[in-house]
């Protein structure tokens, strides 16, 4: 089906690492993207492709894939990223030209 | 530094259509594709579709019956059209610019800051 999955909710206390994922079968044939959101602010890309950074994005973000399933990885978790995050591939059902977002996973930062 | 700033009612009444215009700066919309993705409230993200710059699209299949996105390159600025909207049509919505990864992975590499349309009487 042409879906991506995230649980809606994860909190990590400051410090600390966290791992968000995000399934779908079109995980298997396309990397995922990832994207920060905070309230009344556009999304921002944080990582796309197998494991890359946008120019100026913390190191602190890291990205990789098995099977199914997608995972964005926060190490060293600061305040500041207490946001939505969203994962997004290129469709592979059909002509593979459209997109899909998941649901969106809140992290909170105890 | 590359900016798209997206423009048009905020508010449209129902059976009517929705029309918004994204306009780019410091890049020419003659390369990559260019997006509109929305977002109701205090929901995620939905892909409407995309327009290059020889007017190639394509639509998410929800929305594909009602929807049209083009581009205009000699005002370097693209395109969206939604009929028949409802209440369910209230979002923000967002253009945004999508880049190739190695020929094979599609991302979001820059958005515009978004507009909130809402559709009610």
């Known amino acids: 089906s042409s879906e991506l999955t995230q649980v809606p909710a994860v909190s990590v206390a400051l410090g600390q690492t966290v791992r968000i994922t995000c399934q779908g079968d079109?995980?298997?044939?396309?990397?995922a993207n990832w994207y920060q959101q905070k309230p009344g602010q556009a999304p921002v890309l944080v990582i796309y492709g197998k494991n890359n950074r946008p120019s100026g994005m913390s190191d602190r973000f890291s990205g990789s894939t098995s099977g199914n399933t997608a995972s964005l990885t926060i190490t060293g978790t600061q305040a500041e990223d207490e946001a939505d995050y969203y994962c997004?591939?290129?469709?592979?059902?059909?002509?593979?030209?459209?997109?899909?977002f998941g649901g969106g996973t809140k992290l909170t930062v105890l | 530094q590359v900016q798209l700033q997206e423009s048009g009612p905020g508010l449209v009444k129902p059976s009517e259509t929705l029309s918004l215009t994204c306009a780019v700066s410091?890049?020419?919309?003659?390369?990559?594709?260019w997006n509109w993705i929305r977002q109701p409230p205090g929901k995620g993200l939905e892909w409407i579709g995309y327009v290059s710059h020889v007017g190639s699209t394509h639509y998410n299949p929800s929305l594909r019956s009602r929807v049209s996105i083009s581009a205009d390159t000699s005002k370097n600025q693209f395109s969206l059209s939604l009929t028949s909207t409802a209440a369910e049509d209230t979002a923000v919505y967002y253009c945004a610019r999508r880049v190739e990864d190695s020929g094979i992975n599609y991302y979001f590499d820059l958005w515009g800051r978004g507009t909130l349309v809402t559709v009610s009487s």
């Open positions: 079109s995980l298997r044939y396309y990397y």
């Open positions: 410091g890049d020419s919309i003659s390369r990559f594709y």
């Open positions: 997004n591939c290129r469709d592979s059902s059909g002509p593979h030209l459209g997109m899909l």
